[in-house]
């Protein structure tokens, strides 16, 4: 989805049951016509309080059918790496359908770099010794990913 932009849906806007594609909110559609067009999703995420934030949940919430069988790569990051909020989220993806890949890179943010720098990340620099990680992860959902 890299150079596209949207609109975030608001939490719980939508009337509807996602499995019905039923969307009311514009916001809604425009986030499904996103994941229906692409042939694979990268989702990257914190960890708060061993868990994923509730805006993730919602916009994961709101789709139903475009995720069937959608390749996903979970990445996570966080003072612990995520691995907690990325077995959560790995749960719910399963249970609507989407083909996860195996790999799951959880990228360890210092303690430091979370509490003293006003939780500001230099990717280049806190993120440097997960580049290979990451990497393979996405080596693996091309390869399951159509086209």
Request: aromatic content about 6%; glycine content about 12%; proline content about 6%.
């Amino acid at each position: 989805m890299a150079g596209q932009s949207f609109k975030e849906p608001v939490l719980d806007d939508e009337p509807g049951i996602p499995a019905m594609n039923d969307y009311a909110c514009e916001t809604t559609r425009a986030w499904g016509e996103e994941v229906s067009g692409a042939t694979g999703v990268v989702i990257v995420t914190p960890q708060y309080n061993w868990g994923y934030p509730a805006v993730l949940k919602n916009a994961i919430d709101h789709l139903y059918r475009e995720w069937q069988g959608k390749p996903v790569l979970v990445i996570t990051y966080g003072g612990h790496g995520g691995g907690q909020c990325g077995a959560q989220l790995r749960v719910v993806m399963k249970a609507i359908g989407a083909r996860l890949i195996d790999a799951m890179p959880g990228l360890l943010l210092a303690r430091e770099r979370v509490v003293t720098n006003d939780g500001q990340v230099d990717p280049a620099q806190d993120f440097a010794g997960h580049v290979e990680d990451v990497k393979s992860a996405l080596v693996e959902l091309a390869a399951l990913s159509p086209g």
